[in-house]
């Protein structure tokens, strides 16, 4: 699966040959049939070819069109990445808004192991778990070649930090491609999202769009947004190599690419278009960020914003700038950057400069309300055996474990009394 493009031209529509072969008229002219009867064959055999034609020259889009999101025939895979560090808040929103919308839809999830993944036990109330994979990191060799297409400048971990992400979400397709193999199928659609996304509103069937590759509006960096993907089998594909893809990138001349720029780049390539569409969902970010954003930097929104935030990173806080604030400061921020919509007072601005302010449980527990609350108080008092629990739990309603010992993530997380 890693290798596939590096040699091969992205295939087009294949091209079958028509079951009816042609039919030899010499046999019409054998001797074992009498002269009476050639005319009556004559006629049946014109009759059956006019009606084949008829058949088969319907337009292709009525016997191969994808199925509609909601349509109860499409299969739909939802592939959540990355680490699991705010999940207690995050996760209560994705089973909410994306996994409980599309209830047929096989979850797969890809997280790298650290101390916190023993909240990914919150997915064992998933409508259907495929695929669970919870892996220990292993640093990637940097090749020349990577170094000079890919920049470290925008990424905390440089270009190593970007290599791991390309691994995570090309780690999406190889569980897709795994278990389309296993159950003899393939599927129609592919969401890819992130594990820290807090969502606020229901993913909207109305963004599978079957001639476009769709991501979110906003947060470019001089490219597309790629904190959230929807497409059809084809176009996921080329969205999801992230890391295989680098070498045709790097052969088609580019360099100093970030995450969006490459993912941009990625599609550019292989000729799939992008539709940006306003999604109501932001990226919880314990980085920091300079406050106020100049017209390059990144705004840190409040979860309370009215959105939609299309992923842009939020914390829960008391705003600083809103209303006429952002009327002021919005114009300033140029489209190509980290700026989402401000417009029509959607977003309200934290001050991302500093670590997430004191008392920020209660505006969480506000915004979020009482059942997102009450896992936000429940994981933070969560003990070994609990965890256990749920953890054994995910495991068993899961197709597929692909990683440690529950009892080894909840002793890597939690520490007993």
Known sequence: MRKQFQDEPLEGPVKTASPLLPVKLTLLQSRYFARPYRPILLFLLIFILIMSSLHYKRAPATDFSIPSAHSGTARMAICLVGGARRFELTGPTILKHVLSVFPEADLFVHSNLDKNSFKLGLLRLAPRITEVRI??????PETKAQRRLLSSSSSSNGIQGLLQYFDLVEGCLDMISAQESRSRFKY???????VDGYWTGPLDSRAFKPDSYVVPQGSRFSGL???????????STVALSRL????????????????????HAQLKVFN?????????????????YEYPPKWYGVPVASIGSPGPLSGAKCRPCIPLCKGKCMEKLGPRMKNWSGWTEWRNHSLELCDGSRP???????IFDEVSGKKAANVRRRVKKMEIEECLKELEGLK?????????????ICNLGLVQA
């Open 272 to 288: 799939i278009s992008a539709m940006e569409l306003r999604f109501p969902f932001c990226t919880l970010s314990d980085h920091r």
């Open 244 to 263: 295989s893809l680098l070498p045709r990138l790097a052969s088609a001349g580019f360099h100093d690419l970030n995450s969006e720029s490459a993912f």
């Open 135 to 140: 892996r220990k990191p292993v640093k990637i």
């Open 356 to 362: 997430w302010q004191k008392g920020w449980e209660k």
């Open 188 to 194: 129609d659609w592919i969401v890819r999202t992130r």
């Open 396 to 408: 068993r309603k899961a197709e597929k474990w692909n990683g440690p010992d529950p009892i080894e």
């Open 225 to 235: 947004n790629d904190r959230l993907g929807i497409g059809n089998r084809s176009f």
